[in-house]
């Protein structure tokens, strides 16, 4: 028997109870081999457990919606130790870890230069029994990995142990791999530079990446060092706390005052960094919000060509000269201003009459008659 009301073929469609909330991801798992074999301190891992926006814990225990699930490997954090935690190196370096993405923390030594003996090394060679050098587990794991990611300056330029004299020839990952270098799945590598790298800006681009592998986002756009374009586009100048002080002309001379760091050695505004608007924990901090110079810490050329640190950059000279006349003449127009607009106006007082400039057409003060106007006056 046909149905006694059939719906209408223009009836708005309606979801079923069975039906999921949510698109389910593209890829149910993603493990996360995170290498800290490099020249480095560590200290990029310890930084990224600051982060709230997401928290590390946020992100491996399915909290954040549309999420695959995420398994965690990194030395510092993990709970596994020796041949339990290395046997997820050794898996992904066989392509039975699919997909992972790669985390390289620590600059990528030369290990070409020397005659014997290795720079760094992680776990053992299961045929040779000897030690897997960092470029060893670069060269297996970079080809398969789904993503790659360098977290903080070392990793991503080199850093401190790049320096001009090193003994081992450090580098970033890109230097070792290539600048064009793609992973399976065609994506650059992905820089997020810092000494160590802010909290928030390590794990919103693996969050980036991992909304990505779950088929919710757009391939990661990065600028021509390989860094997120939207946390590093824009420089530390244009989002400090004490640009306003710059553009007056109004430097600090010694450490302890809140104006302007450029004459005592802040690089800001030339550094690519968002330390200043995001600050460093939960929204708080940020070197020189906190009265900190900025170092460049984020930079290809970081240390050596801003060093000596303390010392006032040499386009500062320049730009701080320039600005200083105009400045004068900006405070002084300024002062100006704020002494007249800073008094409250005459009519503010408890007399009996008004004088605040209105005449009422209605009712009047006592003693005086309503000014009564023809509405044709005011046309």
Known sequence: MPEANPPSPHAPEVSRPHEPAQKAPAVKEVHIIWVTAGLSCDGDTVSTTAATLPSIED????????LPKVHLHNPVLSY???????????????GKLDPFVLVIEG???????????????????KETGQPITTCEWIDRLAPKAWAVVCAGTCATYGGIHAMQGNPTGAMGLADYLGW??????????????????????MMETVLYLLYQAAGLAPMIPVDDKLRPTWLFGKTVHEGCDRAGYYEQGDFAHEYGSPKCLVKIGCWGPVVNCNVTKRGWMDGVGGCPNVGGICIACTMPGFPDKFMPFMDEPPGAKIS???????GRMIRFLRAFTNHTSNNEPKWRHPRPELTTGYHPTTYAPPGKSPQRRSVFAKL
Do not use: F, H
């Open 59 to 66: 992100v491996v225990m399915g909290n954040i919606p549309g």
């Open 320 to 326: 701080s000269a320039a600005i200083g006349s105009y």
């Open 107 to 125: 600059s990528i030594p030369n290990e070409k230069i020397k005659k014997e003996g290795y720079w760094a090394a992680q776990g053992t060679d």
């Open 180 to 201: 064009n270098w793609r992973s399976t799945a065609g994506i650059p590598i992905v820089n997020v530079p810092g000494c160590p790298v802010q909290p928030d800006n």
């Open 80 to 94: 596994e130790v020796g041949e339990e935690l290395m046997k997820y190196w050794y898996m992904a370096a066989e």
